[in-house]
């Protein structure tokens, strides 16, 4: 049922997405590189600052809804950190993630940072919709926990912090809490179908440790 409702979300998605292209210039192009992708991210970065988790002022239009997922996993630490943290793992398990973009990673202190952009391709009728993420990762492996900030159409803004417990018996507890931000009059459906989405994953990704296919 979570999938069957994943992809609807997706496709309601992928038509704000198109309405929103349709004010916007199209490109002759419509092949674009990673130094293309690279300089879209720096644009949107520059733009609307989705690594400031400051909450929307009152009156601004926009909302924030909290809410924290977790999953046990049977599989120790720290290879579950590894294997979670890595987006290019999320590739087949987010069923519209086709391929992750990473533009520029460096190291400060014990903190690894990676600037990205996620590739979805959701179907709509009858044609494919492209659909970037812009995201910021930053991953604390002294504390085995990881923070994403990310920015997509219809200007939804996540913050999120998943971190990770080790339980008995060599097993991993993985904990998200997550943000949405977004319009007034989409913060509820971002909420709960980003939550959803996230949910999906999760099995998905404990399903593919767990079995050794990653």
């Not at 600052?49 to 720290?78: C, E, K, L, Q």
């Not at 398990?93 to 391709?121: D, G, M």
Request: proline share 5%; aromatic share 10%; no cysteine.
């Amino acid at each position: 049922m979570r999938k069957i409702l994943r992809v609807v979300a997706a496709q309601m998605f992928a038509a704000a997405f198109v309405v929103t292209s349709l004010t916007t210039p199209a490109h002759a192009d419509t092949t674009e590189s990673d130094a293309d992708i690279a300089l879209e991210w720096q644009s949107v970065y520059d733009t609307y600052h989705f690594t400031d988790a400051t909450p929307p002022a009152s009156g601004s239009g926009r909302s924030r809804v909290v809410n924290s997922i977790s999953v046990d996993i049977d599989s120790p630490m720290p290879a579950t950190f590894y294997k979670y943290s890595d987006f290019n793992n999320h590739i087949g398990k987010n069923p519209f993630l086709k391929r992750v973009v990473t533009h520029k990673e460096w190291k400060a202190t014990s903190t690894l940072y990676r600037n990205l952009t996620a590739i979805e391709e959701i179907p709509y009728e009858g044609m494919i919709v492209v659909s970037k993420t812009h995201a910021q990762q930053r991953l604390h492996a002294d504390g085995f926990y990881y923070e994403t900030d990310s920015w997509s159409q219809p200007n939804v803004v996540t913050h999120q912090k998943i971190e990770f417990t080790p339980l008995p018996g060599g097993k991993t507890r993985v904990t998200e809490n997550l943000a949405f931000e977004a319009d007034d009059s989409l913060i509820d459906f971002v909420a709960l179908n980003g939550t959803a989405a996230h949910q999906q994953l999760q099995t998905a990704l404990k399903q593919a440790i767990e079995s050794g296919e990653l």
